[in-house]
């Protein structure tokens, strides 16, 4: 059978109804709407209906809200093999709030089985659809439901990201939202580090369930609006999800749901801060259109999306040598991005100065910013051993320079500290 272009010929229909009574007569209303409507293929189960669809022979797939394992993942992998998604329910297995998650699933239409009276109109405008032959796998409606009068504006999202070599990405993003907390700002901290993140060893936030998982699962099951339920609130201001609890279980985090993840939380904290991993690698593409997600998915997804990244990297010549090779690919990944560079772990044995090292960055890159924080193995130690945010363990070098880092994020004015400001004056008087 010749593969289906949508909005070309015949509209070619996949049926996946899990043994539900409507099914007869949805193949009836399609039989009637030959030759403009064909039938392509009864499906048994989700596992064929999506390897039917991966080699085009659909434009359209209709589906029971009972199928077995249909959730965003599995109607992100029909959109990108080009097939459109229409949902049918009975009366009695429609349940409150099933529009809701089919829209937060990615599904446009869903219909009642005593609807289906219109079923061969809602196949033809899903299927007129340019947008589903052109998306790639894992392409979906950007957060439909969040579309409306009564959506409220996003907030930022804020991706911290590092070249290799440990050039201190987590106590940057710790710092950071610790900080922007502590000047009473709402902040959600989310460790999306593929390779094993410790933003719940930083903070002392010891969970044997990841906040990460957790909110993907549910994401993926239409319910990102639970995110509040995996957060751990650890200060007045400041929430984490921690992240995972072994690196082999990056798999178990799907594309779309860690999308729908970070967009939930952008709706309702007014700055998400993301600590990500170091790879900006992708993965061969599969030449058999395989779903299965990528290690380096979460990295690479949280800095197409974010406002603004934060780019860290360390003041000795391995890490600064890294920091350049780091920009540049960077560029390559998110063209026309405009960094925020954080230089890590200064200190004058290195023998250059601020004005040099800024220099050598934007001669990679123009930078919003470049920022730079002092070598305090004192006040770094004493939080991490402390399980402790900086503005917990008190006044350091480190923490002045990250409330200025925070400030500048902000968008504020770096005003000095009162508490240093009566050190020096006291200093003074003796």
């Known amino acids: 059978m010749t593969p289906a272009t949508p909005g070309k010929g015949p509209k070619a229909v996949l049926v996946a109804a899990a043994g539900a009574d409507w099914e007869a007569q949805a193949l009836e209303h399609l039989a ?35 199928l077995p394992g249909l959730d965003a993942d599995s109607v992100s992998v029909l959109r990108g093999a080009g097939v459109g998604v229409v949902v049918v329910s009975a009366p009695h297995e429609l349940l409150d709030g099933d529009a809701e998650r089919m829209r937060r699933l990615g599904v446009d239409h869903l219909l009642v089985s005593t609807e289906l009276g219109s079923l061969l109109e809602t196949v033809a ?17 950007a957060a439909p439901w969040l579309e409306g009068p009564e959506a409220s504006p996003p907030g930022r999202v804020l991706a911290v990201w ?10 940057v993003a710790v710092g950071l939202a610790a900080e922007v907390a502590d000047l009473g700002r709402d902040v959600l901290l989310v460790d999306a580090d593929p390779y094993g993140g410790t933003v719940g060893q930083h903070l002392g936030v010891l969970d044997e369930a990841s906040g990460l998982l957790g909110a993907a699962r549910a994401a993926n099951a239409g319910q990102a609006d639970r995110l509040a339920g995996f957060a751990r609130q650890v200060g007045p201001c400041l929430r984490v999800l921690t992240g995972l609890p072994r690196p082999d279980r990056w798999a178990e985090v799907r594309p779309t749901a860690f999308a729908d993840v970070v967009e939930e ?15 900006l690698e992708g993965d061969p593409v599969d030449p058999f259109g395989s779903s299965a997600p990528q290690r380096n998915q979460m990295t690479l997804a949280a800095l197409e999306r974010a406002d603004e990244v934060l780019v860290v990297g360390a003041a000795d010549p391995v ?15 998110v063209p026309g991005l405009r960094p925020r ?22 001669g990679f890159v123009t930078p919003l910013g470049v920022h730079f924080l002092p070598d305090d193995r004192a006040a770094a130690d004493r939080a991490l051993m402390a399980g402790k945010s900086l503005p917990e363990c008190g ?29 020096r004056r006291a200093g003074r008087a003796r």
């Open 162 to 171: 590092g070249p290799t070599g440990a050039p201190g990405r987590t106590t």
């Open 341 to 362: 560079v954080v230089v890590n772990r200064t200190r004058p044995s290195l023998g250059w100065s601020d004005r040099e090292i800024q220099g050598m960055v934007e």
């Open 125 to 141: 405008a899903e299927g007129a659809e340019p947008s589903r032959a052109s998306g790639s796998t894992g392409s979906r409606p």
């Open 395 to 423: 006044e350091s070098p480190l923490r002045t320079a990250m409330t200025a880092l925070a400030r500048a994020v902000l968008g504020e004015p770096v005003a000095p500290r009162a508490g240093r400001l009566r050190r």
């Open 32 to 66: 009637a709407g030959a030759p403009d409507v064909v039938l392509a293929r009864r499906c048994v189960d989700l596992a064929e209906l999506l390897a039917t669809a991966g080699v085009g022979l659909a434009s359209v797939a209709l589906v029971s809200v009972t």
């Open 319 to 333: 890490g600064l040598a890294r920091l350049a090779r780091g920009l540049v690919e960077l560029r390559e990944v």
């Open 265 to 279: 939380a952008a709706r309702v904290e007014a700055l998400v801060v993301v600590d990500v991993g170091f790879s």
